[in-house]
Structures are given as structure tokens and as C-alpha cells.
Nanobody, 125 residues
């Protein structure tokens, strides 16, 4: 499984960005996908995730009502729409995938087997 994240950039506070994560090498619909982020000097944290079957979504409290995760199985892509961005959202964003996650593990980065490279999001004040 290979994951390719893209869409990061520099944006002013209050702006929007859409991140994309393309999964290749396996059947996309079989995989749950999560987004995580890591700011400089901080630990990795969960952002959002979408389950493989049914498409149930999960969000960190810090991004709820601002970020939306979605998937397009025809394009093998998961999106993270980020609105009302804040300087605290500045981080490298990573997508991860796994085939056998249970609901209780969706927010746990250690439970994901496959990771993409990061895409940097910088929000200026």
C-alpha cells in the first residue's frame, strides 16, 4: 500500500485548504484512512478518520465543525477539507491507512499500518 498526501500550503488565518490522500496498490474501499498532524516540537495527534465500510467519521475536538473528512472510492482518494484555519493548525499532516481497524482504534496512530509522507500546512496570523 502506498499513500500520497498533497494539498498543503501557506494560508492566512480564517482561510481554507483541502488535503488529498491517494491510496494505491490495494483495493481502496477495504481501508480505513486517518489524518494525523505533528507540529514542530510536539507529539503527533489525531485529526480525523473515516471508516472503510459505511464511511463513519471521527474528529478531534479541536477540529470538529471546521474540518470535514470524506472519501471518493472511485478516485482512491480521501479528502480533508479544512476551513476556518487557525495558527494552531500549523503542522505537517500525514494520512494513514489500515485494513482491519476497529472503531475504538480509529484515533490511535499506532494502530495504522501504512503511512504517507507529510504535507505541510502553515497558517499565518
Amino acid at each position: 500500500v502506498q499513500l500520497q498526501a498533497s494539498g498543503g500550503g501557506l494560508v492566512q488565518a480564517g482561510g481554507s485548504l483541502r488535503l488529498s490522500c491517494v491510496l494505491s496498490g490495494r483495493t481502496f474501499r477495504d481501508y480505513s484512512v486517518g489524518w494525523f498532524r505533528q507540529a514542530t516540537g510536539k507529539e503527533r495527534e489525531f485529526v480525523a478518520a473515516i471508516k472503510r465500510s459505511g464511511g463513519a467519521t471521527f474528529y478531534a475536538d479541536s477540529v470538529k465543525d471546521r474540518f470535514t473528512i470524506s472519501r471518493d472510492n472511485a478516485k482512491n482518494t480521501v479528502y480533508l477539507q479544512m476551513n476556518s484555519l487557525k495558527p494552531d493548525d500549523t503542522a505537517a499532516y500525514y494520512c494513514a491507512a489500515d485494513k482491519s481497524l476497529i472503531t475504538s482504534s480509529m484515533t490511535n496512530g499506532d494502530a495504522y499500518d501504512y503511512w504517507g509522507q507529510g504535507t505541510q500546512v502553515t497558517v499565518s496570523s
